[in-house]
Nanobody, 125 residues
Framework: QVQLVESGGGLVQAGDSLRLTCAAS????????MGWFRQAPGKEREFVAA???????YYADSVKGRFTISRDNAKNTVYLQMNSLKPEDTAVYYC???????????????????WGQGTQVTVSS
């Protein structure tokens, strides 16, 4: 079982930066791909970024070059560094853990079996 708790959201201006943190419980953290998804009002949840147990990273085109996902297995934590934020980045951001161990890639919501409660990110123009 994996429990996830996000933090670090807030209200910022366009062009600012934020770092989201996701703290995970459980002994299998280092063996799972971890992802960040977001959901804006009236829209479906969308993939933002993922990092595999091996450290490979994947990004949505909309955030590539601005966001960076990383993980610290010693701390059971995954991060999402968000730079050059835009109003269209406004959403609730969710951390997720792959339902499988040692997956090669996980970029769809269906591949994730564990979700945090979400943290709100609001970017004003």
């Amino acid at each position: 079982q994996v429990q996830l708790v996000e933090s670090g959201g807030g209200l910022v201006q366009a062009g600012d930066s934020l770092r989201l943190t996701c703290a995970a419980s459980g002994r299998t953290f280092s063996s799972r791909s971890m992802g960040w998804f977001r959901q804006a009002p009236g829209k479906e949840r969308e993939f933002v970024a993922a990092i595999t147990s091996g450290g490979s990273t994947y990004y949505a085109d909309s955030v590539k070059g601005r966001f960076t996902i990383s993980r610290d297995n010693a701390k059971n934590t995954v991060y999402l560094q968000m730079n050059s934020l835009k109003p269209e980045d406004t959403a609730v951001y969710y951390c997720a853990a792959d339902r499988r161990l040692y997956s090669v890639v996980a970029v769809t919501a269906g591949e994730y079996g564990y979700w945090g409660q979400g943290t709100q990110v609001t970017v004003s123009s």
